[in-house]
């Protein structure tokens, strides 16, 4: 009696064991490094750099929130906000984590060249990844069960693949869907349809499932991820104008270059840029570079009723 009242003991403390409340930006902050070679700026994890990944990062622990689109330019830390996620859920609230890149290649690199550092430099990811060699590209765990584009976890699994493999979107219950450069996924994986649909449907039993979308846009009309941002709640980062105090999408419209022109003794053009500056479209004034990274900077939401079918959609800019 004694052993089934432990053992009961055990199971109704791991079942009504509360959901951790740490956001996805707390624990970056808190456990993150970023590896030497990968990153500029190797060493410990500091949101505070980059502002406008807080929201898009903190959405993916919002309660009601089950999609997060993020339509930007490259280079604004994508592939780092991705990975926050994953450790994130693989440290503190275990659960099947599948992310997708447009081929099962690029799945390949990706898990090499940014899963595995962040998992040899980052301690917590570490442990738990139960890794016996700091290689972890092709280490194996001590039961062998661990691979390039599957790693295990006490609680769940990371699994990488492409878009083009209807297989790998098909095979497993995934509660944590992340799907990388999505205008650049094939129409259909294989004879199976949309890569995203088939990897959502993966998803249903899930009632805490969060699914989210990146990439840089492609053509209009034609782009993936414009469309799930029309859709979403409409987030655009916006800097706040110095002088009239009107926060504005800052666009290559409002963008005035001071150049001059030369022809060399063969007639060929070469143009020089010698000074930059943002005119605000609503007062005139016009303001650095620096001016502007030194300005308020944030959020503005432009469909806010989004937000009632769990769908929050970000757009940063070059």
Known sequence: MKSASKLWSIITELGLKPTPKTSVSEWADGYRM????????????????????????????????????????????????????????????????????????????????????????????????????????????????????????????????????????????????????????????????????????????????????FSTPTNEGSSRIDVEYIAGTQEEWQHKCPNCGEYHLIRYTDIICDSTEHLDAKGRKTVVVNDVKWRCPDCGMEYTEMEMRRAKQKYIVKNPAAIQNGTRSFFVNG
């Open 34 to 213: 970023l590896s030497k070679g990968v990153s500029a700026e190797p060493g410990k994890w500091k949101t505070s750099r980059a502002p406008y990944q807080k929201e898009m990062m903190d959405a993916f622990t919002q309660q009601g929130v089950h999609k997060v689109v993020v339509k930007s330019a490259s280079q604004i830390g994508k592939s780092d906000i991705m990975n926050n996620v994953i450790g994130r859920y693989a440290h503190l609230d275990p659960a099947s984590i599948m992310m997708i890149q447009p081929t099962v290649d690029l799945a390949q690199d990706y898990s090499k060249s940014r899963i595995s550092p962040m998992i040899t430099d980052t301690p917590v990811l570490g442990k738990i990844f139960n890794t016996t060699s700091k290689d972890t590209s092709t280490a194996k765990t001590r039961d062998g069960s661990n691979t390039i584009l599957s790693k295990l976890f006490p609680g769940g699994r990371l699994i990488m693949t492409g878009a083009n493999s209807p297989a790998g979107l098909a095979s497993r219950p995934i509660r944590v869907l992340l799907a990388d450069e999505v205008d650049r996924f094939p129409d259909s994986a294989g004879n199976e349809g949309d890569p995203v649909d088939l990897a959502a449907k993966r998803m249903t039993t899930f009632w805490n499932k969060v699914m989210g979308l």
